[in-house]
Nanobody, 123 residues
Framework: QVQLVESGGGLVQAGGSLRLSCAAS????????MGWFRQTPGKEREFVAA????????YYADSVKGRFTISRDNAENTVYLQMNSPKPEDTAVYYC????????????????WGQGTLVTVSS
């Protein structure tokens, strides 16, 4: 089973940019569709973006569409989330997740999760 480690979180000003990375272990990374989710205290984990196994299809939550970009490098076993023009309401712990079936657009039934990385957007 794949193991995931996120990095790249931190403090960013609203309107700036930040790139999150999620490195996967194992040689089967390309067999997983990947997703990014986020969570704030007291709220359920919510979908942010997802990408197919080949990287040819991407999906976004309406709240981030046009500002965030998900991509993957199967040779490097890494998935990225480029966050442009972040807003204070994007402040959350961001998690990457892997799914062997379908596209991970809900946090249920996924095969692996990273430990999360905190993103704080200041106004």
């Amino acid at each position: 089973q794949v193991q995931l480690v996120e990095s790249g979180g931190g403090l960013v000003q609203a309107g700036g940019s930040l790139r999150l990375s999620c490195a996967a272990s194992g040689r089967t990374f390309s067999s997983y569709a990947m997703g990014w989710f986020r969570q704030t205290p007291g709220k359920e984990r919510e979908f942010v973006a997802a990408i197919s196994r080949s990287g040819g299809s991407t999906y976004y939550a309406d709240s981030v569409k046009g500002r965030f970009t998900i991509s993957r490098d199967n040779a490097e076993n890494t998935v990225y989330l480029q966050m442009n023009s972040p807003k204070p309401e994007d402040t959350a712990v961001y998690y990457c997740a892997a799914g062997r079936t379908g596209i991970p657009r809900t946090p249920r039934g996924l095969d692996a999760w990273g430990q999360g990385t905190l993103v704080t957007v200041s106004s």
